[in-house]
């Protein structure tokens, strides 16, 4: 019984260790960007966000967005090798987009 909890205890670490990078990268954005811009980005209103900001807490529809935001963002950097590239392309007019 020890050798099974032993076991489920180590694939839980090892999920939750999975996510880290995103929980991090999470709270970046959340302490960096939050303010109009960032509401914006995720569709949530500014009082909303301040509030949420205020209360430390996002709800699941709100963290899934900022997850998705994130994982973008990163894919971004990688690509333009660095963060202000990336921000300014994400931020940019896409034509293919008429104008998006």
């Known amino acids: 019984m020890n050798g ?4 489920l205890n180590d694939q839980s ?3 939750q260790d999975r996510w880290k990078p995103l929980r991090s990268k999470r709270e970046e954005i959340l302490a960096d960007r939050v303010g109009p811009e960032l509401a914006a980005a995720l569709g949530i209103p500014e009082r909303t966000m301040a509030r949420r900001k205020r209360e430390g807490m996002l709800n699941s529809e709100e963290s899934a967005k900022v ?3 994130a994982r973008v963002i990163e ?3 990688n690509v333009f090798e660095g963060l ?3 921000l300014h392309w994400l931020k940019s007019p896409n034509a293919a987009l008429s104008g998006a």
Do not use: N, T
Request: net charge positive; charged share 30%; aromatic share 0%.
């Open 4 to 7: 099974l909890v032993s076991s």
């Open 84 to 86: 202000d590239a990336s």
């Open 67 to 69: 997850v998705r935001l």
């Open 13 to 15: 670490r090892a999920r």
């Open 75 to 77: 894919r971004a950097q």
